[in-house]
């Protein structure tokens, strides 16, 4: 069949009648309709978004024998107001040797942060495994390498079985002497922290007990963690004010990673010691030798909003080699956490009350045998 070609032509514009307006002058009516409705308010943001930094004094330097063998009234008392007030002390007189903190720190530049970085990667922390490698602050290796920084570096440490087993497949020399003496100072901080909260909590009333609490880490329940840093040498001023807001920022978007009840500060060698809560910025000089201990999450809520709930970042300034600091973060167990509330809140379970009732019945028909048997 042949093709039957149509002639097609689009129809001419219809005109404008008079009595209308042209569609420049109604788009000139609707753009001042919208510009005089549709009015964005102007927004005055603050010029600081962080809390105001403010210099401390030193907090109290409170002696470990006197605290919890003497119970020294007027040391009870400092700490008290001290957690309540700031949210953390000194502690001096602990008994733990710089010997010991020394090995463990030794111990981790080589076992830990002397690990190749690719090899790292099947070890990064997340929400599944609350133990690793943490993603470096300052941005990526390369860009920090380039600028010939080396930002602070951290990895979490707890007695957990599969990361003893990954690690010493990637470090089968340095790790395990990094986790035995990990393992022993861990020891010591514990029986630091079981003696030290007690006499804490017994200050002000709880309406929440331990055995209420939800002693978990995001479903993990890992115990006591150490969070260990590598901080850079030689820190340069315009590099530990960028660490500090990442710091700031990281608390108030995310708070704590890891719910605890004291966090023990072991930082040998700091210039300063900064102390972040939700509404302040407080920083001092440490004491030479002392361990800080900062309230944590669990004891805030215990205390019902009594003592403060911070978090401390060791500053170390000046140096020409890299320094390591480490915190505890003491979480009671399952099997501690009956302890500390027999020992903080004076308090006897039920079956231990039926027991005694069962003892005093039993000593007292005894005595009644052994009387009528004398007479």
Same mark, same amino acid.
């Given at each position: $069949?042949?093709?039957?070609?149509?002639?097609?032509?689009?129809p001419?514009?219809?005109?404008?009648?008079? /009595?209308r307006?042209?569609?420049?002058?109604?788009?000139?009516?609707?753009?001042?309709?919208?510009?005089?409705?549709?009015?964005?308010?102007?927004?005055?943001?603050?010029?600081?978004?962080?809390?105001?930094?403010?210099?401390?004094?030193?907090?109290?330097?409170?002696?470990?024998?006197?605290?919890?063998?003497?119970?020294?009234?007027?040391?009870?008392?400092? =700490?008290?107001?001290?957690?309540?007030?700031?949210g953390?002390? !000194?502690?001096?007189?602990? /008994?733990?040797?710089?010997?010991?903190?020394?090995?463990?720190?030794?111990? %981790?530049?080589?076992?830990?942060f002397? =690990?190749?970085? $690719?090899?790292?990667?099947a070890? $990064?922390?997340s929400?599944?495994?609350?133990?690793?490698?943490?993603? *470096? &602050?300052?941005?990526?290796?390369?860009?920090?390498?380039?600028?010939?920084?080396?930002?602070?570096?951290?990895?979490?440490w707890?007695?957990?079985?599969?990361?003893?087993?990954?690690?010493?497949?990637?470090?089968?020399?340095?790790?395990?002497?990094?986790?035995?003496?990990?393992?022993?100072?861990?020891l010591?901080?514990?029986?630091?922290?079981?003696?030290?909260?007690?006499?804490?909590?017994?200050?002000?009333?709880?309406?929440?007990?331990?055995?209420?609490?939800?002693?978990?880490?995001?479903?993990?329940?890992?115990?006591?963690?150490?969070?260990?840093?590598?901080?850079?040498?030689?820190?340069?001023?315009?590099?530990?004010?960028?660490s500090?807001?990442?710091?700031?920022?990281?608390m108030? +978007?995310?708070?704590?990673?890891?719910?605890?009840?004291?966090?023990? &500060?072991v930082?040998?060698?700091?210039?300063?010691?900064? =102390?972040?809560?939700k509404?302040?910025?407080?920083?001092?000089?440490?004491?030479?030798?002392?361990?800080?201990?900062?309230? /944590?999450?669990?004891?805030?809520?215990?205390?019902?909003?009594?003592?403060?709930? =911070?978090?401390?970042?060791?500053?170390?300034?000046?140096?020409?080699?890299?320094?390591?600091? $480490?915190?505890?973060? *003491?979480?009671?167990?399952?099997?501690?956490?009956?302890? +500390?509330?027999?020992?903080?809140?004076?308090?006897?379970?039920? %079956? !231990?009350?039926?027991?005694?009732?069962?003892?005093?019945?039993?000593?007292?028909?005894?005595? +009644?045998?052994?009387?009528?048997f004398?007479?």
């Open positions: $069949m042949p093709e039957t070609v149509v002639d097609f032509r689009a001419p514009p219809s005109p404008v009648a008079p /009595g307006r042209s569609s420049v002058t109604n788009d000139e009516v609707l753009t001042e309709f919208l510009e005089s409705s549709l009015r964005v308010p102007d927004l005055v943001l603050p010029d600081k978004f962080f809390p105001k930094h403010k210099l401390l004094e030193t907090p109290p330097k409170i002696d470990f024998v006197s605290l919890c063998f003497h119970r020294d009234e007027a040391q009870c008392d400092a =700490v008290s107001d001290a957690m309540a007030k700031i953390c002390f !000194q502690l001096v007189n602990h /008994g733990i040797s710089r010997e010991l903190v020394a090995s463990a720190a030794e111990a %981790a530049i080589t076992g830990v002397g =690990v190749p970085p $690719m090899k790292r990667e070890l $990064m922390r929400p599944e495994k609350p133990w690793g490698y943490e993603e *470096y &602050h300052g941005g990526e290796r390369e860009e920090e390498e380039e600028e010939g920084s080396e930002m602070c570096e951290e990895f979490v707890c007695r957990e079985e599969e990361l003893k087993l990954k690690m010493e497949g990637i470090s089968p020399i340095g790790y395990p002497n990094f986790s035995k003496n990990m393992e022993k100072l861990m010591r901080i514990e029986t630091l922290a079981e003696k030290i909260l007690p006499v804490i909590l017994e200050k002000i009333p709880r309406k929440i007990a331990v055995d209420d609490m939800d002693l978990a880490h995001h479903g993990h329940d890992v115990g006591t963690v150490c969070c260990v840093y590598k901080h850079c040498r030689d820190n340069r001023e315009d590099q530990w004010p960028d500090l807001k990442y710091d700031v920022i990281r108030l +978007i995310r708070g704590t990673d890891y719910s605890h009840s004291l966090g023990f &500060h930082c040998d060698g700091s210039t300063e010691f900064h =102390v972040y809560s509404k302040s910025w407080l920083s001092f000089s440490p004491e030479e030798g002392a361990i800080i201990i900062t309230g /944590g999450d669990e004891t805030q809520t215990m205390s019902d909003g009594h003592y403060k709930h =911070v978090i401390g970042r060791p500053i170390f300034r000046g140096k020409n080699e890299d320094s390591i600091s $480490m915190a505890f973060l *003491y979480h009671p167990t399952h099997d501690n956490k009956n302890d +500390i509330q027999t020992n903080g809140g004076r308090t006897i379970s039920l %079956a !231990q009350q039926a027991i005694l009732a069962i003892i005093l019945t039993l000593i007292y028909h005894v005595l +009644i045998f052994v009387n009528k004398l007479n």
